[in-house]
């Protein structure tokens, strides 16, 4: 249930512009401190999740892995996206409080 909200939530982000997708803008979202949140699919690949993972850490940005790649790609309008970062800090906020909540 709670997915179904986050994802809305990233629609609502990627309608205002408040989002990037895919692997290299996402990562570059993250190095220039423009990324508040990162959501990577659950089933991204092992390499993607420790990419992601060890990235996070390092700029101390809040990072979940929700969903699949097909229902991201869809929250967006777009096709599969297996990695995405929120650029608006209330968005971000927001999708973690329903995150948090599940």
Not at 42 to 68: G, I, Q, W
Request: hydrophobic share 40%; charged share 30%; aromatic share 8%.
């Amino acid at each position: 249930m709670n997915n179904n909200k986050a994802l809305s939530l990233i629609g609502l982000a990627t309608k205002a512009g408040k989002t990037v997708s895919g692997e290299f803008s996402t990562e570059k979202s993250v190095k220039t401190g423009k990324g508040f949140l990162v959501l990577v699919a659950e089933d991204a690949s092992d390499n993607t999740k420790k990419k992601f993972r060890n990235m996070c850490t390092f700029y101390e940005v809040p990072l979940y892995f929700l969903s699949d790649k097909e229902a991201l790609g869809r929250a967006m309008g777009k096709e599969f996206r297996a990695s995405l970062a929120v650029q608006d800090e209330n968005f971000a906020k927001a999708i973690m409080k329903v995150l948090e909540e599940r």
